[in-house]
């Protein structure tokens, strides 16, 4: 059992999604209990990834792979899990504003807060305000994560926040903001609660978001 | 013709900011290529830039004359649909068309970009393209071609061949007879550190732009990918070692030492690990030029001090003993016109050469100027009597 665990995590960490997947699949076979593959074989590799991202050891390239492995395997075993034991830490709701299309850098970020035990609704790319704000109202979040990759539509994050604040639901949600051309003062700038440099950034400001462990 | 100025230069990259501040349409901006030309000559006038290269979505055209869908956004640069790549499998490489390349899609649109800048006194004079790797992104993904080069190296190798053979042998040809240029420079983002490794860039990127390079020389057109950018977000991961290796992939790429300065925290970062390869190769009777690049977010957000401090310790550490070129790069949008005439001011007071042995003796306030509307308005009353 302790093998099959091991594998998975390699498997994640290596970016083998295929054998990821089957690892998973051949794990549940023989017994193991779901919340173990996940908590003891895909959570680590993914983590494992992250480390080595911070160590200048991993690029893109490889923390892609990791996190296409990780989304693979967790494909799998998701459904058996309970949304409890799945996203313990909190519910994050994310998409790319509208006009972008930009999806590498929040695949990383959905990859990562999975890992780290968010449950988390991935709204894609070139999101319309209107939709952000039914599923605020529709999810209750705790988290919006707001993604944006060009210096055009970074606008459109402030009037995201704007329109939460108009419609009275920005103190029922916490709000970050990531993407290549935000920084920590615009994400003052807009009110907005956290900015999150990179993917690993944005899992420490969201927990810290969530308060006290 | 007005004289060469006898100091340091400075250029741009703008296109979101001269969309900003002329307020033309997304739509208009990037389909006609006059109204482009014009804006981005009048936006350089008015900040005294000394080049200025009307490019704007540098990544889509080539791939959108194929057949790729671009997203068009009301007040943005189109961009590539990423969830709907153009080749969805390895198979439909067997399908697609080449494009004609001086009539499909808005290709027409860039040539007239390039032949119109061309024509301009401040106006750059070589062309652009996508870099084979960024157009290989393009078509595939990003994930889905580093899948490919991880899992189908075959297919990845048969991908940038076919790109630099059909795609961009042939769409440098048009641009040397229909603009009349006789360089051009390739554009390649994607193929930046850390997206890549330096071994993964040596392996999957510099192969493809040395093939380009040497095949368009053999028709007389000199061409060269800017690969290697230094980009690396997180300052405590700063490694001279990488940095290195990123220098090493520029020379490989364009067959000739440069120092790329580019995107990257440049502002943050020390700078005697650049001091430290220039003079390693300076041994060896080498010398390298540095092209610094000011950065965008520094720009945008300021303050005015820090933009004025990043440049002057370019001017410091790389104006006496180094051939320099300062660049703003990509700036955005919403950036204030203050902070823009600021970074331009300094390089014009600090920049004149020879470079003054105390930089600090030199009195330097930055400049209070009219608006953009302001100025605009002015000139073209001048203009008319």
């Not at chain 1, 083998?16 to 996940?38: F, K, W, Y």
């Not at chain 1, 972008?100 to 991935?122: C, I, N, P, T, Y």
């Not at chain 2, 016109?337 to 004149?352: I, L, R, W």
């Amino acid at each position: 059992m302790t093998n099959i665990v091991e594998e998975i995590k390699t498997a994640v960490l290596e970016g083998e999604d295929d054998l990821a997947q089957s690892l998973v699949r051949q794990a549940l076979n023989d017994g193991l209990p779901p919340i173990e593959v996940v908590n003891r074989g895909i959570v680590p590799g993914i983590q494992a990834a992250g480390e080595l991202w911070q160590q200048n050891k991993y690029f893109h390239t490889d923390m892609i792979m990791s996190a296409t492995a990780f989304r693979t395997a967790m494909e799998v075993v998701e459904p058996l899990i309970s949304e409890v034991e799945a996203g313990g830490l909190g519910k994050f709701l994310i998409g790319a504003v509208a006009g972008d299309m930009h999806d590498l850098g929040k695949m990383m970020v959905v990859a990562m807060l999975r890992g780290a035990g968010f449950q988390v609704v991935d709204l894609g790319e070139d999101v319309p305000r209107e939709l952000f704000l039914d599923k605020v109202i529709e999810l209750e979040p705790n988290i919006l994560g707001l993604g944006c990759y060009m210096t055009t539509t970074m606008p459109e994050l402030e009037a995201v926040i704007k329109s939460l604040e108009e419609q009275g639901l920005r103190q029922r949600v916490k709000v970050m903001i990531g993407g290549v051309p935000t920084t920590q003062e615009y994400a003052n700038q807009i009110r907005a609660d956290a900015w999150g440099k990179d993917a690993l950034d944005a899992i420490i400001k969201a927990k810290k978001l969530m308060g006290p462990e | 013709m007005t004289e060469e100025p006898n100091r340091i230069k400075i250029a741009a990259q703008m296109h979101d900011h001269v969309m900003s501040l002329t307020g033309i349409p997304a739509r208009q901006f990037y389909t006609d290529a006059r109204v482009m030309v014009e804006a981005f000559s009048e936006v350089a006038d008015y900040y005294g830039m000394d080049i200025f290269r009307a490019a704007g979505d540098s990544y889509n055209a080539e791939i959108e004359a194929m057949g790729g869908k671009l997203i068009y956004g009301e007040h943005s640069m189109p961009t590539l649909d990423s969830r709907n790549p153009l080749l969805k499998e390895p198979q439909d490489l067997q399908n697609l068309k080449l494009p004609d390349f001086s009539r499909d899609g808005r290709l027409p649109y860039i040539l007239d970009c390039i032949r119109l800048s061309r024509e301009k006194e401040k106006g750059n004079k070589s062309g652009f393209f996508c870099g084979p790797f960024s157009l290989a992104v393009g078509l595939r993904g990003f994930p889905g071609f580093i899948k490919d080069i991880r899992k189908r190296p075959e297919f990845a190798r048969e991908l940038l061949d076919f790109i630099v053979d059909e795609v961009l042998v042939n769409y440098l040809k048009v641009q040397q007879e229909y603009c009349g240029v006789t360089m051009s420079d390739g554009f390649n983002a994607w193929a930046s550190i850390p997206n890549l490794s330096a071994g993964e860039l040596m392996e999957w990127v510099v192969p493809w732009s040395q093939r380009v390079r040497e095949k368009a020389a053999r028709f007389g057109m000199t061409v060269g990918c800017l690969d290697g950018d230094y980009c690396e977000e997180r300052l405590e991961k700063f490694d001279p070692e990488v940095l290195h290796n990123a220098f090493e992939v520029q020379r490989a790429s364009l067959g000739r030492p440069i120092c790329l300065l580019g995107q990257g925290r440049w502002h943050e970062y020390p700078l005697e690990p650049v001091l430290d390869y220039t003079a390693a190769l300076r041994l060896q009777g080498i010398q390298v030029p540095v092209i610094a690049w000011v950065n965008a977010r520094l720009l945008r957000d300021g303050p005015v001090e820090a933009i004025i401090w990043m440049i002057k310790r370019f001017i410091q550490t790389f104006g006496r003993n180094h051939e320099l070129s300062l660049h703003l790069a990509n700036i955005p949008a919403d950036t204030p016109s203050d902070h823009v005439h600021a970074a331009v001011a300094v390089v014009h007071a600090f920049g004149k050469k020879p470079i003054a042995d105390n930089l600090d003796e030199i009195a330097f306030t930055p400049p209070r100027r009219e608006t953009f509307q302001e100025w605009r308005a002015q000139r073209r009353k001048s203009a008319n009597g």
